[in-house]
C-alpha cells in the first residue's frame, strides 16, 4: 500500500513539474525583447507658409499645432485617382495605360510579392517542420566497432528507414515573434515604396504630357509666324522690285523668317524627345505612339493642403521610412534574443528493418525524442563579443533609419513649400505675362501700320514682332510650367485624396 502511494506521489510531482515547465515556456515565449520604439521628435509647423488660409483643413480634434505628430501611414490603402482632378480625359486615358504597362510599376509590383513571400516565409517559422523520408542506407564497421578487437572483420549491413521527422523552435524571448515583425514591417515598408513608384510614375506621365502640351503650343505659335514672314518676305521682294523699298529692309525679312524656322525645327526636336518619353513611360515604343494636338488649357486645382502633420498620411515614401524604423526596431530584439538560451525540440518517429519486406512490421518501429544532432537546450557563453556587434549594429541601422525618416519628413514639408510658391509665383507672373501680350501686339500692329505709311524704318517693325513672339513664347511655356507645378503639389501632398476632397477644375484657354 505504501509502494502505491509512493508511485502516486511520484506522478503527481512528475505531473507538476510538467505543468510547471510548461507554464515557464509559455511565459518565456511572451517574453519579447524588442525595444519600444522612440519616434524622432521636433516641431511640426502649424501651417504652410505659402498656403492661402482660407483653403485650408480646419484642425481635427486630435491634432495641436506645432507638436509633432507620429505617423499614422494610409499606405494600406488604394492610391486614389488624383490625376482626375485635371479634368483632362486623354491625360486619365494615358494614367491607366501606365499603370499596366510601366517597366517601373511592374518591377515594383514584383517587388512587392517578394517581400510578401518572404514575410510568409518567417511566419512559417512559428509552426513545427515536419518532414518524411524513405530510404535505404549501407554501412560498414570495423572489428573494433563491433566489439571483437582490432583485426577481427568488419560487419556490413543494408538498412531501410521509412521515418517522419518534427523540429520546432520554441520562441524563447521573442527571438521568432520579432522575426515575423520585422519581416512583415520589410513587407509593409516595400508596399508604400509600391505606392511611391506609382505616384512617381503618375506625375511623371502628367509632367510630361503638360509639356507636349506647352510644345505643341510653341510649335503652333512658330508655325503661324513663319507663315506671316513668308508672306512679308513675299510682299517686301514685290515692293522692292517695284522700287518701294531699300534692299536691306528684304533681307531683314528673310533673316527673321531664316531665324523663326530654325526655332521651329529646335521645337519639334524637343517635342520628339518628350514625346519619346511619354511613350517610355506608357511602355510602348516611340515609333507606336501618337498623340493627338490640343492646346493646352490653364487648369487650376484648388487642394486643400490642410494640417502639414496630414503629410504623415499621404505620402507613401513617409510611410515607408515608417515601416523602416519599426523593422530595424524589431531586429534589435532579435540580436538582444542571442544572448539568451534557445530550445529546439526535434523528433523522429517510425520503422527501420535490414529487410525491405519486414520494414512495416511493428516490431521494426523506432522513435527518437529529443535533438538529433547536439543538445535542445543551449545557452551561449562566450563568443568573443560576436553578439554584442551584432546588437550594435541593429542599433545603428535604426539610427540611420530614425536619420532618413527625419529627413523624408523634412523634404516632404520643402516639396509642398516649394509647389505652393510656384504656383503662386507662376500666377502673377502669368498675369503680368498676359498684359504684356496684349501691350505687345499693340506695339507690333502700330509700327506695322506706320512702316507701312513711311513713318519708321523697318528694323523698328522687326523689333516689335520679336517682342511680340518672345511674349507669346513666355506666355506659353509659363502655362506649361504652371500645369507642372500643380502636378508637383498633388505629388507632394501625396496624391491621397478623392476627387470630391478638391474643388472642381478651372479651366480657360491658353
Known amino acids: 500500500m505504501s509502494n502505491q502511494i509512493h508511485t502516486r506521489s511520484r506522478g ?7 505543468i510547471a515547465l510548461a507554464v515557464s515556456l509559455l511565459l518565456l515565449t511572451a517574453c519579447s525583447l524588442t525595444p519600444v520604439e522612440n519616434r524622432p521628435d521636433f516641431d511640426v509647423p502649424t ?3 505659402e498656403s492661402n488660409q ?20 494610409a499606405d494600406l490603402q488604394k492610391p486614389s485617382p488624383w490625376w482626375t482632378v485635371l479634368g483632362d480625359p486623354m491625360l486619365e486615358q494615358l494614367e491607366e495605360q501606365a499603370l499596366v504597362a510601366n517597366p517601373d510599376v511592374s518591377i515594383a509590383l514584383a517587388r512587392l510579392k517578394q517581400s510578401r513571400a518572404l514575410t510568409a516565409r518567417s511566419q512559417a517559422a512559428r509552426f513545427p517542420d515536419v518532414n518524411l523520408g524513405f530510404g535505404p542506407t549501407r554501412q560498414r564497421t570495423s572489428g573494433a566497432a563491433d566489439g571483437d578487437g582490432d583485426g577481427a572483420p568488419g560487419t556490413t549491413q543494408t538498412l531501410w528507414r521509412a521515418q517522419a521527422t518534427v523540429a520546432y523552435e520554441v520562441d524563447l524571448f521573442g527571438r521568432v515573434s520579432a522575426g515575423v515583425v520585422a519581416a512583415q514591417a520589410d513587407a509593409d515598408q516595400q508596399q508604400a515604396l509600391t505606392h511611391q513608384m ?57 533673316t527673321e523668317l531664316f531665324s523663326a524656322r530654325a526655332e521651329q525645327l529646335a521645337v519639334e526636336r524637343q517635342y520628339a524627345l518628350v514625346a519619346h518619353a511619354l511613350a517610355t513611360l506608357l511602355g510602348k515604343p516611340p515609333a507606336s505612339f501618337t498623340l493627338e494636338p490640343k492646346p493646352l488649357e490653364n487648369v487650376t486645382v484648388q487642394i486643400p493642403p490642410g494640417m502639414p502633420s496630414s503629410l504623415l498620411e499621404r505620402r507613401p515614401d513617409i510611410a515607408a521610412a ?17 544572448f539568451f538560451p534557445s530550445l529546439s525540440l526535434t523528433g523522429a518517429v517510425g520503422y527501420e528493418s535490414t529487410d525491405l519486406g519486414n520494414l512495416t512490421n511493428w516490431s521494426q518501429r523506432t522513435f527518437l525524442l529529443g535533438p538529433l544532432v547536439g543538445t535542445a537546450l543551449s545557452l551561449p557563453i562566450f563568443d568573443g563579443g560576436r553578439r554584442d556587434a551584432d546588437i550594435d549594429r541593429a542599433r545603428a541601422i535604426y539610427e540611420e533609419r530614425v536619420g532618413e525618416y527625419r529627413k523624408t519628413v523634412l523634404q516632404a514639408f520643402r516639396e509642398v513649400e516649394d509647389s505652393l510658391v510656384s504656383i503662386r509665383t507662376l500666377d502673377e507672373r502669368i498675369v503680368h505675362q498676359r498684359g504684356g501680350e496684349e501691350a505687345s501686339s499693340r506695339v507690333a500692329k502700330s509700327a506695322q501700320q506706320r512702316f507701312d505709311e513711311g513713318d519708321v524704318d523697318y528694323l523698328v517693325v522687326v523689333d516689335a514682332q520679336r517682342t511680340l513672339l518672345r511674349s507669346q513664347q513666355s506666355l506659353i511655356q509659363s502655362e506649361g510650367e504652371r500645369a507642372r507645378a500643380t502636378v508637383d503639389l498633388v505629388r507632394a501632398l501625396g496624391g491621397g485624396w478623392q476627387v470630391g476632397d478638391a474643388e472642381k477644375p478651372r479651366k480657360s484657354g491658353g
Do not use: C
Not at 12 to 18: E, F, M, P
Not at 322 to 338: D, P, S, V, Y
Open 12 to 18: 503527481l510531482r512528475a505531473n507538476k513539474s510538467a
Open 47 to 49: 501651417k504652410f507658409s
Open 54 to 73: 482660407q483653403a485650408l483643413v480646419p484642425l481635427k480634434p486630435f491634432e495641436e499645432p506645432g507638436r509633432w505628430r507620429p505617423a499614422e501611414p
Open 198 to 254: 506609382l505616384l512617381l510614375v503618375q506625375a511623371d506621365v502628367a509632367r510630361t504630357y503638360f509639356s507636349l502640351r506647352q510644345l505643341e503650343g510653341e510649335h503652333r505659335l512658330l508655325r503661324e509666324t513663319v507663315k506671316l514672314r513668308e508672306d512679308t518676305e513675299t510682299l517686301l521682294q514685290r515692293r522692292l522690285n517695284d522700287g518701294d523699298v531699300a534692299s536691306y529692309v528684304v533681307d531683314q525679312a528673310k
Open 322 to 338: 515608417e515601416r523602416a524604423m519599426a523593422a530595424e526596431n524589431a531586429r534589435i530584439g532579435i540580436a538582444k534574443a542571442a
